[in-house]
């Protein structure tokens, strides 16, 4: 009963989609104000009615209705409830649910502000918001619907939506339950926050089209958009962060990241995304650069698509994969066709777009912006590439190939070190005009500063020329950034005769954007010194020892004590959990229980490695196997990463630096009247 | 002479560690290749390790091998029983004095370019090695090209941001008095 009013719900939201896209594209074109308003309450009912259809959803999952298909295949009568609530992104019918529901949320918190003089924009807002959700319902009305149940049908068993002639409700004890590795916190939030940030992408998008439509094509739809762009930004960041926690925590292979197809798929809406945050402030500030975020914006939007596309088509896998999958072949078109019209629109609209400045220095901050653009976009080349070059070879030659870290590593290395180098040159650099005298002035005690500090590494820390050359772009952007600060506050501190730390305060509060990106990019270097020290630093030793028996790596000695099984049926786990003792250099550090879990359900095993972190390194020790026979030994596989934890500090102050850049002001009235007159001053300047 | 060593792949992870009956299979002829291969060593000159290779040793090749299985996971940290039995064979050749490049040669030979971290260096897979950089140095040129042209070129007449055509202003005030009235 809940499975037909659940999937009937579904096909009635995707209806009210479709209809809500028709009427705003026919109220605009007929400038009918009724039909919008008709359209734009269409949209509104689309969250209350997917909220619906999603409650049925939760409703079956957590009370164990394994006839329910997708219900069996993520849940089991083992897991707690709250994994079961969150199972519902835990498979493919499921999370393109949990998709529309999102963007519906996102288009109603749209449509419901004031549109005031803006209003010429809602119709399109709303076809580019409805179109979108109705390409994801349709997919599970059509093709992956999540209230499919299993009949009994003579000599066997399948899956249908409504009951074929003459069958009856197959009912299976338990269900298969979630891959272990999804029930992890760290995976409980990082496909919601990769989700949120997806899905908050297509709202500057859909900006963009209705500017590029009506013509409108001022910065006004940049200003509307900002902040969607730094939340979504925010929480795209976030959800990448988390993935590489958990895989950090339960992958078991002594990384975060792998250059995983996956994980590119998620990572090339970020590296649009960032250039985007960096090309606004050109076009607000000089009137310039107004293709090039249009073309930003919509490459965000279709890697948005692009990425869901390639987790969830099975293209990845091999071209036939995808070729057999139902909504393969329907995502590639969506994003083709979308892209194809977003481009028609962008070549229409070209000679309104023309700048209203010109590039007077190849060293000014625009000058330098752009050279930014250009290094995340060249990041975006090498990693789109090297996602689909494994298809285009497959496809013409027949032979699959595996395109892994070192290709990525060896080509972004550089790019990365460059981008390094400019977040420390640009901050300094003036709008419109710099020299290199000018700029030598301004940074020449920072760069001599990092250099006696790599200087001092070198002596005592480290000879790798890679890393060095690291150390010194993290050093001299941090003291560039901190000068910054540092010089602002002095400054106020003279004229409003405060004390340092108010003048700091007020400083920063009043440009919370310029200071909040400072403080990302404090983060952003404190995650590099994570990320280095892991790619360059670390360490490990495998080795099989019987009971106090020890390994040795890098000052550390790894004493195991002993092994321990056992089974907790009402988890549906067999624990394996080994004691070792770990030393440095002699001295008694501790006890760590790397484990492996094994769940009955889904016949799979997790790896829990036993960690101990400092700010200086992380020693991580992997169960890697062991003899029935305790006494014969185990097999121990440990990694000594140092520096990682900053990696998770960055990611903290990270999160904080957006949230200050992005939190809405007090009064929004007066901040409009600020950006409107500062809209007016830049045209005046131009 | 490995042509016949053809190991079952066998994905599914289990709690035991049983050898299966493929495994035994397996082992047995890797034993007798061993004995083969050793005896082929002590008649030429190659450098026979006398001593058994260590997990660091087969981890250090491994690592850059992945199976054709289990997608984007490297040899080394891959989990299933299949990628376990790989290991043992980079173990095995290693006994034999084969080095890291004959190792991953083999490995190539017996299941395709797909098991090496990287496409190898040559006919269509230059493409993979190519294209970025060609594409990145376009890049470069049409930026540097415009923004000398942004340079020379006088300011283009300026776009007047605010201002919208007059009949459009009339259907925006229409509109908005529409939704005053709504609220």
Redesign the interface.
Known sequence: MLSEFGYGILVVSFIVAVYSVIAAAYGAQT?S?AT??SARRAMLLLFPLISLSAAALIYLLVNNHYEVAFVYEVTSRSMPTYLKVTAWWGGQAGSLVFWSWLLALFASAVTIRK???D??FLPWVIVVASVTTAFFLGLNVFYENPFTRFWNVPGNVEPHMFAPAGATLFFPEDGRGLNPLLRHPGMVIHPPMLYLGFVAYVIPFAFAIAALVTG?????WIRLTRRWALWAWLFLSFGLVLGGRWAYDV????GYW?W???EIAAFMPWLTGTAYLHSVMIQEKRG?LKHWNMILVILTYALVIFGTFLTRSGV??SVHAFAESAIGPLFFAFIGLTFIISVALLIWRWP?L???????S?LSRE?LF??NN?LF??VL??CF?GVI??L??EL??G?????????YER?TAPLFAALMLLMGVAPLSAWGHSTIQTLGRALWKSALVAAIITAALFFTYTQNWIALIAFFLIAFVLLVTVQEFWRGARARQHSQNENFFTALMRLMGRNRRRYGGYIIHISMMLMAIGILGIEVFQT?????VASGGELNLSGYTVQYRELASWDDSGAGV?YTRAIVDVYENGIYLGQLTPRID?YFDS???M?IPGQRSTFRDDLYILLV?W??VSSMGA?F?IFVNPLVNWLWIGSIAFFFGVLFAAWPDKDPAEERVHSRRS?KQS?VA? | MFESWKVKMNHQSRPTLHASRNTQHATRIAYLVLFLALLFASFSSASAQSSAPTDDEVNAIARQLYCPVCESTPLDVCPTDACKEWREQIRTLLAEGKTEEEIFEYFEQQYGARVLAEPPREGFFWLMYLIPPVIILAGVVILFRSMSDWRKKPAPVEVEADEIPAAKDDYLARMEEELKKQK
């Open positions: 400038k104000l919008i308003e549109w005031e003089r209003i010429e409108r094509t001022d910065d006004r992958l078991g292979w002594g792998g995983d197809p996956v310039q990845l896998s309104l023309r700048g209203e400045n010109e590039m007077t190849m000058a752009l050279l250009l976009m060249s080349v090498v590439w070059f494994p285009i070879s013409f030659t032979q699959k190939v595996t395109v892994g870290p070192p290709f080509a490990e030793t495998q080795g099989t067999n094994y016949q799979q095993n790896t196997d003899q029935p097999t596989k809209a045209q131009g």
